[in-house]
C-alpha cells in the first residue's frame, strides 16, 4: 500500500500562485511515477501532469502547461505542484496519484490516491 497526503491548498487571486505538496509513505517512493489530477464544481476528475520515477520525464495538460510545474524529492518522498498564474477556472480540489507505470492520464488507470486538497482561485 501507498499513502498519499496532499497539503497547500488554499484560496488565491487570480494571477498568483500555490505550491501543493503530496507525501508519500508505504512503499518504496522510487517506484511509481506521481501524477496531479483535478476535480472542478460539477465537473469530472481530469489529468494535470505527470512526473517519472525519478523527475527526468514530464507531461501535462494542455490547460496548464506553461504555467504548472511538477517536481519530485526522492529523498523526501513528496511530489509538488508548482501553480502560477492562477485562474478561476484552476478552482478544484486537487488530487495526487501514484502508480508503477508513466504517463497515464486516465483516473481508472492510478492504483493509489490521496485525499485531496481544495485550491480555490477569486477573480
Known amino acids: 500500500q501507498v499513502q498519499l497526503v496532499e497539503s497547500g491548498g488554499g484560496l488565491v487571486q487570480a494571477g498568483g500562485s500555490l505550491r501543493l505538496s503530496c507525501a508519500a509513505s508505504?512503499?518504496?517512493?522510487?517506484?511509481?511515477?506521481m501524477a496531479w489530477f483535478r476535480q472542478g464544481p460539477g465537473k469530472e476528475r481530469e489529468f494535470v501532469g505527470v512526473?517519472?520515477?525519478?523527475?527526468?520525464?514530464?507531461a501535462y495538460a494542455d490547460s496548464v502547461k506553461g504555467r504548472f510545474t511538477i517536481s519530485r524529492d526522492n529523498a523526501k518522498n513528496t511530489v509538488y505542484l508548482q501553480m502560477n498564474s492562477l485562474k478561476p477556472e484552476d478552482t478544484a480540489v486537487y488530487y495526487c496519484?501514484?502508480?508503477?507505470?508513466?504517463?497515464?492520464?486516465?483516473?481508472?488507470?492510478?492504483?493509489?490516491w490521496g485525499q485531496g486538497t481544495q485550491v480555490t482561485v477569486s477573480s
Open positions: 508505504g512503499r518504496t517512493f522510487t517506484n511509481y511515477a
Open positions: 512526473i517519472s520515477r525519478f523527475g527526468g520525464t514530464k
Open positions: 496519484a501514484a502508480d508503477v507505470m508513466y504517463g497515464l492520464r486516465r483516473v481508472a488507470e492510478y492504483e493509489y
